[in-house]
T-cell receptor, first 116, second 112 residues
Framework: GAVVSQHPSRVICKSGTSVKIECRSL??????MFWYRQFPKQSLMLMAT?????????EQGVEKDKFLINHASLTLSTLTVTSAHPEDSSFYIC????????????FGSGTRLTVV | QQQVKQSPQSLIVQKGGISIINCAYE??????FPWYQQFPGKGPALLIA?????SEKKEGRFTISFNKSAKQFSLHIMDSQPGDSATYFC???????????FGAGTTVTVRA
């Protein structure tokens, strides 16, 4: 089946620094990837949609200069949290859509970000 | 504004019992309705999904019931097992932008 690899699984960073999270589709080419944020005991909230080779589309209220998304290839998308603050601490999850299947979404295993 | 409303927020069921989770939606453009299972610290995993042209879909102990006129769908977990203890999310998507709208989630606890 389709596999999406997300790294790192956990990261702790100091306030003011930047952190990069990678999301790779291992056995299919993902033209579209989605990035979600999930706070404890809450649902997944879509942050942005990235299409290979074009700028990401951000959801309302998501700071595009703070959450930089790059989808430079059909198998890799990255989310960089810039100038991280403790309130950015959350669980970040990517999802890749397999264009060969109309609704072929595969989720990564998530990244727990803690900003201290 | 949450496009998919899910209830209950949590439920406790005895081993062997039936867990039922309900979801409702408003956007008639939705044509894909998946259910995801999520364990703590993990990403969600697709459990079962349905399209609106069928009223029921069963895979093992998991069944989706879909009522297009009422714009509601539900997940039934039969013969619930302790390993089913997890958070379940319903979701919906349409072909326009393929974005998934998630429900708030239901934490299911199966007592042995």
């Amino acid at each position: 089946g389709a596999v999406v690899s997300q790294h790192p699984s956990r990261v702790i960073c100091k306030s003011g620094t930047s952190v990069k999270i990678e999301c790779r589709s291992l056995d299919f080419q993902a033209t579209t990837m989605f990035w979600y944020r999930q706070f404890p005991k809450q649902s997944l909230m879509l942050m942005a949609t990235s299409n290979e080779g074009s700028k990401a589309t951000y959801e309302q209220g998501v700071e595009k200069d703070k959450f930089l998304i790059n989808h430079a290839s059909l198998t890799l998308s990255t989310l960089t949290v810039t100038s991280a603050h403790p309130e950015d601490s959350s669980f970040y999850i990517c999802s890749a859509r397999d264009p060969g299947r109309k609704y072929g979404y595969t989720f990564g295993s998530g990244t727990r970000l803690t900003v201290v | 504004q949450q496009q998919v409303k899910q209830s209950p927020q949590s439920l406790i069921v005895q081993k062997g019992g039936i867990s039922i989770i309900n979801c409702a939606y408003e956007n008639t453009a939705f044509d894909y309705f998946p259910w995801y299972q999520q364990f703590p610290g993990k990403g969600p995993a697709l459990l079962i999904a349905i399209r609106p042209d069928v009223s029921e879909k069963k895979e093992g102990r998991f069944t989706i019931s879909f009522n297009k006129s009422a714009k509601q769908f539900s997940l039934h977990i039969m013969d619930s097992q302790p390993g089913d203890s997890a958070t379940y999310f319903c979701a919906a998507s349409g072909a326009g932008d393929y974005k998934l709208s998630f429900g708030a989630g239901t934490t299911v606890t199966v007592r042995a």
